[in-house]
């Protein structure tokens, strides 16, 4: 089955954004996919214990529930070792199913399979 590596750059400043990206990683992870999204920039803080909270807009699942999901079905993160230091975010609080690595790792877990990708 083709895996999913999803690209997010943006944290709560676009919730809806967000909610869009965990919307299609939870559907792959679900779906049994290996999947795996790579959080830059300001996304790395998503991936912090507890900070990920509410509800991005009426009608839409609440940020929490979907990390859970995604959790829940296997899904996983790197978080950029460079956006982490550069915002100053702790590597030893982030939730249990994030790693720091780069691209270099992100490369190593798409390997020679055939993968989709998103990017928001």
């Known amino acids: ?16 954004k ?5 919307l299609v990683a939870v559907g792959a992870a679900e779906s049994g996919r290996d999947t795996l999204i790579f959080l830059t920039k300001e996304a790395v803080r998503l991936a912090v214990t507890g900070f990920a909270k509410g509800t991005a807009c009426e009608g839409c699942p609440p940020l929490p529930d979907l990390m859970d999901r995604f959790a829940h079905a296997g899904g996983h993160y ?20 994030a790693k720091v690595a780069g691209t270099v790792q992100l490369w190593e877990w798409i390997g020679d399979d055939c993968t989709a990708t998103f990017s928001f």
């Open 78 to 97: 790197i978080a950029c070792g460079i956006c982490v230091k550069a915002k100053g975010v702790d590597p030893d609080a982030l939730v249990d199913n």
């Open 18 to 22: 967000v909610t869009v990206a965990f």
């Open 1 to 16: 089955m083709t895996k999913a590596a999803i690209t997010l750059t943006t944290g709560l400043e676009d919730a809806e």
